[in-house]
């Protein structure tokens, strides 16, 4: 990925099924469950670098012992600063007082962070700020156990404004604006009825406030709290959530745009954002690993019992394709073979450009995450080369020699190593502002590989922005003097905002956009601008369920084709001397290598829920407007 765009968190919930001698006897420590949450938290790294946060909470305390630990950090390694504190703390613990070394009773009882039950996140912030206090997990604390609640989420909700709107509404005065802190709310609401109406009901049976304590926590039905609160959810999502006495909930958005994995055994239940992260971790199969269904919770009662429960009815399932494509480790099993699929697919339109010149073009690749694409491109690039080899054989065979022979099979694919990335600069690039001016060596290019008559084909697997493309890599890969340069992006044209936890909700960052705004400007139909704005405006009052998205007229009156090339243009300064051509995937090409993953709104304008159209409206009026603000 050339451009940086800010996406995605992760998340990490263990449950530990058995007491915390187990796990000392059988793994040789009662701290099994926080190292497990090291791992998993640092293999979802890359799914959040803005913060990074960690919960536990002990079962069956004593009342005036602290049964519920947080850390959060938002340093520039926050993963590895957390869990710098965690350990710092217990080894103070167990230096200061000896005797809990061996004594996992005294251990639980005194050592903060360790416990039965975990949430870990790994934050990139789609709403609100970078500051420590928006790093998840969000807590609302009460004295009483089961009134306690630890979230934390990968998630955007359209609708946000609404839902802080609706507690407003309730007589509630929220402290702030996070969008963690509104559902949190939402749910500490339902959480409190709940407990409340479990209390009168055993009142009016004769228990005292002692007794009913942990018959309410045993009672408490979590499903239908999370139901409650779900309700006018409009986004993707995956919540998890704890609550102070040890029960422990994931619950996946409707349409299954944010993924979610668990594993249970007998010892554990595990969930995480990724498969392949739960894999590693525990050492189990890809088939024991499963899906959460959309519209679904993974519930753990604090007695162990686990469920699978709908709490939403499903829509279209819609996962986004992005997981695949880029934000997803590529480790996973299904979506290697899917990134490899993206780069095969895109081979024709490749080959058609380079005008099948295989001899003559250097095939390469924008690390680190299209290196997987641009394994799939070169094993179709080779079949292509063998075909050529055949055919020169059979046109040749009346006149063959043996060092012609020679000479037809020595050919080999040209496959080098042409950008690099230079990973002490990326950490600098936070601030937009500053952001250009690094950006021209963020990436660094091979020199002595590529021949003044060379094509030079490189894949990325998405572009963005391209400003990254514009300002450094073309620029770079121009001073090898190829006669041609190919970008080819293994995603389609990102031509929409996200509303669901990527962090692209500006319409004119858009590439595709800009480029489209340019065609209608060079064809004399800028007018259509005014119309869409209008459009927009006129659905402002309307209900999510009735609003269209407009937008898709801007690109209406051009070819796929059309877009690309002007985007070629776009990318390139007046300097450069090569040819630049852009290929995108299609979007029935992305179907047929991720045909899981159907989310496709951003190339296509189709938003799985309601309120996506509304945003898209949004986007364009700010746009319009002059606007800077995000879209929800
Ligand atoms: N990327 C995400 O999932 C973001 C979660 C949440 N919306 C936040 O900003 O903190």
């Known amino acids: 990925m050339s451009d940086a765009i800010k996406h995605e968190c992760g998340i990490a919930h263990i449950r530990l099924l058995k007491p915390l001698d187990y796990y000392k006897e059988k793994y040789g420590t009662a701290f099994y469950g926080v190292n497990k949450m090291y791992l998993l938290m640092e293999k979802q790294h890359n799914r959040g670098q803005d913060g990074a946060g960690f919960a536990s909470i002990k079962l069956n305390t004593i009342p005036g012992e602290r049964y519920i630990s947080r850390v959060r950090s938002n340093q520039a390694q926050p993963i590895q600063d957390i869990f710098e504190q965690i350990n710092q703390r217990i ?26 039950v975990f949430l870990g996140h790994v934050r990139y912030g789609t709403f609100g700020k970078n500051s420590i206090e928006s790093v998840h997990p969000f807590l609302r604390q009460n004295n009483w156990m089961h009134r306690n609640l630890i979230v934390a989420g990968n998630f955007n909700m359209t609708n946000v404004n609404k839902l802080f709107n609706n507690l407003v509404e309730l007589g509630q005065h929220p402290k702030e604006r996070a969008d963690t802190v509104t559902v949190m709310e939402k749910i500490g609401h339902f959480l409190d009825s709940e407990v409340r109406k479990l209390y009168k009901k055993l009142k009016n049976e004769g228990y005292s406030k002692v007794e009913a304590s942990p018959i309410i926590a045993e009672k408490l039905n979590v499903a ?98 992005f997981e695949r494509i880029y934000f997803s480790r590529g480790s996973d099993a299904e979506i290697y073979q899917e990134r490899k699929m993206l780069g095969r697919l895109l081979m024709p339109d490749v080959l058609k450009s380079i005008e099948h010149d295989t001899l003559k073009t250097v095939f390469s690749f924008i690390p680190n995450t299209a290196e997987t694409s641009f394994y799939g491109m070169v094993e179709a690039a080779q079949d292509e080369l063998n075909k050529q080899k055949n055919e020169a054989i059979l046109d040749e065979k009346e006149t063959l020699t043996d060092a012609r022979l020679q000479e037809i099979l020595s ?48 894949i990325d697997d998405s572009i963005v ?31 929409y905002p996200d509303c669901y936890g990527i962090d692209m909700a500006r319409l004119e960052d858009l590439v595709a956009f800009r480029a489209a705004l340019d065609l209608l400007r ?95 409206n949004r986007a364009f009026m700010n746009f319009y407007e002059g606007k800077t603000d995000r879209a929800y």
Request: hydrophobic share 35%.
């Open 465 to 495: 922005r391209g400003t990254t493309l514009k300002k450094s890599i073309i620029k770079m890969m121009d001073r090898l003097k190829p006669k041609k340069i190919v970008v080819v992006s293994s995603a389609p044209q990102i031509r």
């Open 411 to 458: 050919h080999r694919l040209r496959t080098e190593k042409i950008a690099i990335k230079d990973v002490k600069l990326r950490t600098f690039i936070t601030e937009d502002s500053s952001r250009d001016d690094l950006v021209a060596h963020v990436y660094d290019v091979t020199y002595g590989v590529v021949k003044p008559d060379d094509n030079l084909v490189i």
């Open 522 to 616: 060079d064809c004399g139909k800028y007018d259509i601008i005014e119309k869409v704005y209008k459009k927009c405006r006129d659905q402002v009052d309307l209900r999510d369920s009735e609003v269209q998205n407009f937008v898709k007229e801007i690109y209406e009156p051009f070819t796929n084709e059309q877009i690309s090339d002007k985007i070629s243009e776009l990318l390139c300064d007046k300097d450069v001397k090569a040819e630049v051509k852009v290929i995108y995937q299609t979007v029935d090409n992305l179907h047929k290598a991720c045909p899981k993953n159907l989310g496709d709104w951003y190339f296509t304008g189709d938003y799985p829920t309601a309120g996506g159209n509304r945003v898209v």
């Open 224 to 321: 239908k709290i999370l139901k409650k609160s779900s309700k006018n959810w409009d986004g993707g999502y995956a919540m998890a959530g704890l609550i102070g006495h040890g029960d422990s909930f994931v619950l996946r958005d409707p349409a299954g745009i944010r993924p979610a994995y668990y594993y249970k055994d007998d010892e554990v239940v595990v969930v995480a954002s990724e498969r392949p992260v739960i894999q590693t971790v525990f050492n189990v199969d890809f088939n024991d690993v499963h899906e959460l269904p959309p519209g679904n919770a993974i519930i753990t009662k604090k007695n162990g019992e686990v469920s699978i429960t709908e709490i939403i009815e499903p829509l279209e399932r819609k996962a986004c394709s």
């Open 91 to 116: 080894n103070d613990e167990i230096k200061a007082n000896p005797e809990y070394a061996d004594n996992t009773d005294l251990q639980k009882r005194y050592i903060p962070y360790l416990g039965e």
